[in-house]
C-alpha cells in the first residue's frame, strides 16, 4: 500500500529540500516507485536540487486546478528508475493550493507509487498544513541548535492535531532526522547534542546526517547526494535512514569522511 511521507520543520533551511531528495533517490535505488512532489509554491527548489529545473512545463497548481493532468506534470528522472518529480509553480501564490485538489492528487499520486514524499515549505502556514494533510509518515528535520528544535517541537504538534490521521484519533507515525550534525562542535558545547534533541522532541531518531560540503556541492550539481556522491559520509546516513525507514534495523552512526591516519599515511596500499 502506498505510503505518503511528508518532510517538514518549523525553521527554514534546515534542509528538507535536499533531504526530500536525497531519500527520494535512496527509496528508489531500493525498488521503490517514488514520487517527490514540492509544496513550496512560490518558492519552488526541488526541481533544482533534482536537476530538473528546465524540464518543468506543467506544476502542482496546475494539477490541482485541473489546468493540466498529472501525468503531463510528472517529471521522470533520467538517471534513476522509479524516480519522478511533481514540481511546484513559482509564479502561484500559495493560496491556489485547495484541500480538495491537493486531496484529489495524492488519492491519483497513491495509485501509481509506493511511495509519495512531500517537500513541505518552513513553517505553519497553508503550504506546509496541506503538505502534511494527508500523510502516513512524517521526518521532522532539525539543526541541533535551539532555535530549530523549538520550532520543530511546534510542527510536531500540529501533526499529532492537523492531519487527516489526527482527525480519525491515529497517531502519524513521526522521525527525527538530524541534520548539519558536528560530533566534535557538540561534544565542545557548540551545538546541542543527540540525546539532548532526543529529550526534548521524544520521537523516535531515523539518522544523523553529518555536517558536509558534499550535500552543498551535490545540490549545485543538480543531483541528490546520494546519486552524486554516495560513499559520502552524508549519503550513507541517507542511506542507513531509508533502510531504517523501510524497517530494516540498522545501528545508529555518524558516518565520516575522515580517513584514518594509516590511510592517509599508506593510501592506495590500505585500500
Known amino acids: 500500500m502506498a505510503k505518503v511521507l511528508v518532510v517538514t520543520s518549523g525553521k527554514g533551511g534546515v534542509g528538507k529540500t535536499t533531504s526530500t531528495a536525497a531519500l527520494g533517490v535512496a527509496l528508489a535505488k531500493s525498488g521503490q516507485k517514488v514520487a517527490v512532489v514540492d509544496f513550496d509554491v512560490g518558492l519552488r527548489n526541488l526541481d533544482l536540487v533534482m536537476g530538473a529545473e528546465r524540464r518543468v512545463v506543467f506544476d502542482l497548481i496546475n494539477v ?9 506534470a510528472l517529471i521522470r528522472d533520467k538517471r534513476v528508475e522509479n524516480l519522478s518529480l511533481l514540481a511546484a509553480s513559482q509564479t502561484r501564490d500559495k493560496d491556489a493550493l485547495t484541500q480538495e485538489g491537493v486531496t484529489r492528487v495524492i488519492g491519483e499520486l497513491r495509485e501509481k507509487f509506493d511511495w509519495i514524499i512531500c517537500d513541505s515549505p518552513a513553517g505553519i502556514e ?3 498544513t496541506l503538505a502534511m494533510y494527508h500523510a502516513d509518515v512524517a521526518v521532522v528535520v532539525t539543526n541541533p541548535e535551539v ?3 523549538r520550532d520543530s517541537d511546534r510542527i ?5 492535531s492537523k492531519t ?26 557548540d551545538m546541542l547534542k543527540t540525546e539532548d534533541v532526543l529529550e526534548i522532541l521524544s520521537i523516535p531518531l531515523l539518522g544523523i546526517i553529518p555536517d558536509s560540503e558534499e550535500v552543498l ?9 546520494t546519486l552524486s556522491s554516495p560513499t559520502s559520509a552524508p ?3 541517507y542511506f542507513d535512514a531509508t533502510r ?24 592506495r596500499r590500505v585500500a
Open 164 to 189: 487527516a490521521k489526527a482527525e480519525k484519533g491515529e497517531r502519524i507515525e513521526k522521525h527525527l532526522l538530524l541534520t548539519r550534525y558536528d560530533p566534535v562542535r557538540a561534544e565542545r558545547g
Open 156 to 160: 510536531i504538534g500540529l501533526l499529532d
Open 217 to 225: 556541492k551535490a545540490s549545485n550539481l543538480g543531483a541528490p547526494v
Open 244 to 267: 531504517r525507514l523501510i524497517g530494516e534495523t540498522v545501528a545508529m552512526t555518524v558516518p565520516t569522511d575522515k580517513k584514518g591516519f594509516m590511510e592517509r599515511l599508506f593510501g
Open 147 to 149: 532555535s530549530s528544535v
Open 126 to 128: 497553508r503550504g506546509a
Open 235 to 237: 549519503a550513507r546516513a
Open 64 to 72: 490541482v486546478q485541473g489546468d493540466a493532468k498529472l501525468a503531463q
